[in-house]
């Protein structure tokens, strides 16, 4: 283990409560081997650290919750294969690090867009979830794209709303949600999605186009 992984892991450790701890549980994140660190202190690691790929691989394969979240602040977005991407999502197995590496380090790949069409077709929930959590990431921090690609992606919406399970059907909705505050006119357009899905006859996407509607009409 290098120096600097060892340092890096003191640190976690020095900021990890039993009180942060419990409250994975109360947020819903089953997470395997985790310290109990806040978001703020890793995120505070995070900047007295930079980017560091080298580091950032090492912090992942210590298998330590918090080590992963913190990868994705300290990754270098350029760097990152998308056989890098696909190995970490295979491995995601709750929200907290799914939405965190997509939010912060994947939407920012030049491989992001790719990988939204390619996860959506998976049958595994959180690679599923991944696919719309990273284009919701991007409906908020790419501000090249233009609206055409994220019409595009409204089939991968319409065709995984029937999906039931939770945090399949929250991060549909999160997509839909993220794109339609963009800009007016995707915000009409996944507006007249929602209102579909919300009259469909099966429950999850009645459920996922109902949570948009809501959202989208304030």
């Known amino acids: 283990m290098s120096e600097r992984l060892e340092e890096t892991l003191a640190a976690l450790k020095e900021k990890a409560t039993p009180g942060w701890l419990a409250k994975l549980d109360r947020f819903g994140i089953t997470a395997k081997n985790a310290l109990g660190v806040s978001m703020a202190h890793i995120q505070a690691i995070a900047k007295t650290l930079g980017r560091d790929h080298s580091l950032a691989l090492a912090l992942w394969k210590t298998d330590v919750y918090e080590a992963r979240l913190l990868a994705a602040y300290v990754d270098e977005p350029a760097r990152v294969t998308p056989a890098q991407m696909d190995r970490w999502t295979r491995s995601f197995d709750n929200w907290g690090i799914c939405d965190t590496v997509c ?67 929250k991060g549909v909705s999160w997509a839909l949600r993220r794109i339609g505050h963009r800009n007016p006119a995707l915000r009409k357009a996944a507006m007249k999605l929602a209102q579909r899905l919300a009259a469909s006859k099966d429950p999850a996407a009645r459920w996922t186009g109902r949570d948009a509607l809501r959202d989208l009409s304030r």
Do not use: M, Y
């Not at 912060?104 to 998976?122: M, N």
């Not at 979830?129 to 595009?152: C, E, W, Y």
């Open 103 to 169: 939010f912060v380090l994947f939407d920012r790949t030049p491989h992001a867009w790719s990988k939204v069409a390619e996860w959506a077709e998976s049958d595994e929930e959180f690679v599923k979830r991944a696919a719309f959590a990273l284009l919701a990431s991007l409906a908020g921090h790419d501000k090249k794209a233009v609206d055409q690609q994220f019409l595009d992606a409204f089939p991968l919406i319409e065709c995984a709303a029937p999906d039931g399970r939770n945090f399949v059907k």
